[in-house]
């Protein structure tokens, strides 16, 4: 991570979200004060107090020293959405969300829900942990997640194997489920970890092979499109989506931001809203997003065209989430998936 705080300006780069926000903040305040996890908010939250702080994230010089007011701004504008039955719907936590994202996102709803069943939730089985995290169709057959990710179950050979404990070989699986409140499963094996890229290497990449077939006999779903044209100044600010399985955090998560933001719902399948903030030449991307361990390997989709502009792998909360461009996994598909 390089540290830079995320830029706030971007959620209110539109004046009509801006406008909507402190339009409605009496009431966002008045919603959070009843909600566990928000609680001692209502000392102060003022509709001024809030336009101060809106006028600082303009300028950019927000210092996140009321968090409670920084919660209330990201549950608004960076909502995260439950996705069940392979769409996607609100958090009933009764904080209101806004009206201007959630435009954003319906239309592109159909977009959505043609991927959302391309993503998938990578369990383990002789591990000590029951999942590790995200991964998605990027290929027939082929899976792409994060080399951090994969490194838990697989290490480099000769070429690459599957780790072995207590004399137990670790074995991994696609569900393209776990959705809250759903019983669903469509489990496929993970039979060879095609590729990891080094650890000296940029790009947070694994390719993983998986079974033609689930083991109900199931087809695979289809591949997400990959988004590989190359970005100008102007795709800064692109509305996105994250698709993936926010878990519980670790030590750099505030246990009280989880709470406010998810709800206290993890492990299962979530849709967050956000958008590009910067990228870099050397083919890395930033979003601002809401995630949480567990959504490395998420698929980031641009809501214009449905297609999968990165590949998630990392974020600190306060600070940019990052991901690699579409353009770098392609090239990875291409000289490994053989």
């Known amino acids: 991570m390089d540290g830079t705080r995320m830029d706030y300006r971007r959620l209110f780069s539109s004046k009509a979200i801006e ?164 019983p669903e499963e469509s489990r496929f094996r993970v039979t060879e970890v095609v590729w990891m890229e080094p650890d000296a290497s940029l790009h947070d990449v694994a390719l993983l092979r998986i079974a033609e077939t689930g083991e109900d006999g199931e087809p695979l779903p289809p591949p997400i499109p990959l988004m590989t044209e190359e970005l100008a100044p102007a795709d800064v600010g692109r509305w996105i989506g994250v698709i993936g399985y926010p878990g519980r955090g670790n030590w750099r998560d505030s246990t009280a931001d989880r709470q406010r933001i998810f709800d206290g719902v993890y492990e299962c399948k979530r849709l967050a809203a956000g958008q590009l903030t910067s990228f870099t030449p050397d083919g890395l991307v930033a979003h601002d997003a809401t995630t949480l361990g567990g959504n490395s390997g998420s698929a980031v989709i641009d809501l214009a065209t449905g ?19 579409a353009s770098v996994v392609q090239r990875l598909v291409r000289t490994h998936n053989r």
């Open 19 to 182: 406008q909507e926000f402190l339009d409605r903040f009496d009431e966002l305040a008045a919603s959070a004060a009843a909600i566990p996890g928000f609680e001692g908010l209502e000392g102060g939250l003022t509709v001024d107090r809030a336009a101060d702080a809106v006028a600082q994230m303009n300028e950019g010089t927000w210092a996140s020293q009321d968090p409670g007011l920084e919660a209330i701004v990201e549950a608004f504008l960076r909502p995260v959405h439950l996705v069940q039955r392979c769409t996607f719907r609100s958090a009933a936590d009764g904080l209101p969300k806004s009206e201007e994202i959630a435009a954003v996102l319906e239309e592109a709803r159909s977009a959505l829900e043609a991927v959302i069943p391309s993503v998938g939730r990578i369990d383990l089985h002789n591990h000590r942990n029951d999942w590790v995290g995200t991964g998605w169709m990027v290929e027939p057959g082929t899976v792409v997640t994060n080399r951090h990710v994969a490194e838990v179950f697989a290490e480099r050979t000769a070429g690459f194997a599957f780790r072995h404990i207590s004399g137990r070989t670790i074995r991994a699986t696609l569900d393209w489920y776990h959705e809250h409140l759903q």
């Open 307 to 325: 297609k999968a502009v990165a590949l998630h792998f990392a974020g600190v909360p306060g600070m940019s989430n990052h991901a690699v461009r």
